[in-house]
């Protein structure tokens, strides 16, 4: 069974930096894409970021050039590097992933992880 594990999340003072991992566990699948979203209480979730697999990265007009996505298919991994952080970033991140399995298109979520940053 392939799913979506995150860890990284946590508390942090504004200014600081956090890097979330999601690990793609199970076997014979493909990643298309694997991207970021974020859920603060009372709004929707929304798209942090995004990266095609072997190609570009799309960004959240409010993170960028604080927040760096990363893949590395060795690990099947995928991190999000989130700097200067500030009170805004406060949401749940959840994991997603565009997958082949091994034709079959599939998006899976991961469980979430609390970002908290305090001021």
């Known amino acids: 069974q392939v799913q979506l594990v995150e860890s990284g999340g946590g508390l942090v003072q504004a200014g600081g930096s956090l890097r979330l991992s999601c690990v793609v566990s199970?076997?014979?699948?493909?990643?298309?894409?694997m991207g970021w979203y974020r859920q603060s209480p009372g709004k929707q979730r929304e798209m942090v970021a995004l990266?095609?697999?072997?190609?570009?990265?799309v960004y959240a007009e409010s993170v960028k050039g604080r927040f760096s996505i990363a893949t590395d298919t060795s690990k099947n991994t995928v991190y999000l590097q989130m700097n200067n952080l500030n009170d805004e970033d406060t949401a749940v991140y959840y994991c997603?992933?565009?997958?082949?399995?091994?034709?079959?298109?599939?998006?899976?979520w991961g469980q979430g992880t609390q970002v908290t940053v305090s001021s």
């Open positions: 997603n992933a565009d997958l082949s399995v091994p034709t079959v298109r599939s998006e899976l």
């Open positions: 990266q095609v697999h072997g190609g570009s990265s």
């Open positions: 199970g076997s014979n699948f493909v990643i298309n894409a």
